[in-house]
């Protein structure tokens, strides 16, 4: 067995483009690597030492690993590939590593939980449980808003059985006359996935900024996290909607992404060739396909809540592939680093260097 790992076995791994043998070396290093992992990322140095090491005790058992089916996570939701290789990042000053209680506090993945209050009674819940209950409980005129933090994400039924994910650091109010007329929803900020329960009667409205999103029944996610992007996108899972902006109104279809500029006014429907990507977040996963960098750490910082800099040499930089969002942050780290990127802490800041 001469199969040896390097991105362009990844990159085949993670566009499921490997034949069987090399399916099951990806695996099997992977999932080597992990259970020998520290409680601190490996430098490149490490990790290449591990990668011999873990390889001198594979090759006798890749036979016998092949007869059976395996019982590993698989490695595609655990590694970023790098699709761009040259780049640069800015550099700043010298830091001693942060210590290991220091980067526990505050590189840590997520969790369900949020702020859910009325406008009259602003007790705070965490219950998934308790949104619908709480909006049939509500006085006539009380509003009701879910809030995330950094490092939380939700799930609601609605009291039409309509259902709510909402991402990090995202919030959406309920307005006090939701399911008569109109069944609306205004996303403050952040992003939301909806599950619409089918009523032809009363249209399922979500208001972002000055767009509006209009269904009937469907599923579909919207984005928008004001200072960090430019406008509101809205994808299409299934069903039908429509979306409108001043005097301008556009019919999205199945698979179709939805792009408002707020600082041009410009206008953009495209079709989508890796739809899971759009709301993968839901699924409990980062997923992305040719996505620029600063998209991705901005993704990751709401998540394992850090903060981060980047030399603007990075604005063409892309990535491509998966990750679990319960993956521990010193693990994404670890793949980073073997993709070529170095990193510092400093603070709960994340600085990337040449």
């Not at 006359?177 to 599950?195: I, V």
């Not at 984005?223 to 001043?246: D, P, Q, T």
Request: glycine content about 4%; overall charge positive; aromatic content about 10%.
């Amino acid at each position: 067995m001469s199969i040896k790992i390097s991105n362009e076995l990844l990159t085949k791994y993670a566009e499921n483009r490997c034949n069987a043998e090399e399916k099951i070396c990806v695996e099997l290093w992977y999932n080597e690597y992990a259970a020998k992992k520290q409680s601190k990322s490996p430098n490149l140095t490490q990790l290449n030492a591990a990668n011999e090491e873990i390889w001198n005790g594979i090759s006798a058992r890749i036979a016998q690993r092949a007869k059976v089916k395996f019982p590993f996570i698989k490695v595609a939701a655990a590694i970023l590939i790098l699709v761009s290789v040259s780049f640069a990042i800015y550099k700043v000053g010298n830091s001693d590593d942060i210590s290991k209680n220091e980067i526990q506090a505050n590189f840590v993945s997520g969790k369900v939980r949020a702020e859910v209050y009325t406008s009259s009674n602003r007790s705070t819940v965490y219950d998934n449980s308790d949104v619908k209950q709480i909006m049939s409980e509500a006085k006539s005129n009380d509003e009701i808003t879910i809030r995330t933090q950094i490092g939380e994400e939700y799930h609601a039924v609605l009291l039409d059985g309509s259902e709510l994910w909402l991402n990090a650091n995202s919030e959406v109010v309920i307005p006090a006359n939701f399911n008569k007329a109109f069944r609306d929803l205004n996303l403050k900020r952040g992003e939301a996935y909806f599950k619409v329960a089918k009523d032809k009667t009363k249209p399922f409205r979500v208001f972002a900024n000055k767009t509006k999103i209009e269904a009937l029944g469907t599923q579909f996610n919207v984005n928008y996290y004001g200072g960090e992007n430019k406008g509101v996108k809205a994808f299409l899972v299934e069903g039908s909607i429509s979306v409108s902006k001043k005097d301008e109104q556009a019919v999205i279809k199945p698979n179709q992404l939805y792009q408002g500029d707020d600082l041009t006014g410009a206008v953009s429907v495209s079709e989508i060739e890796n739809p899971s990507a759009q709301y993968a977040w839901k699924s409990g996963y980062f997923e992305y396909s040719n996505t620029p960098l600063q998209e991705i750490l901005e993704d990751l910082s709401r998540w394992y809540n850090f903060s981060f800099e980047i030399h603007p040499k990075y604005k063409n930089k892309t990535l491509t592939g998966k990750i679990s969002r319960k993956q521990p942050f010193n693990e994404v780290l670890a793949i980073l680093e073997f993709s070529g990127i170095k990193y510092r802490k400093e603070g709960v800041n994340l600085i990337l260097e040449p």
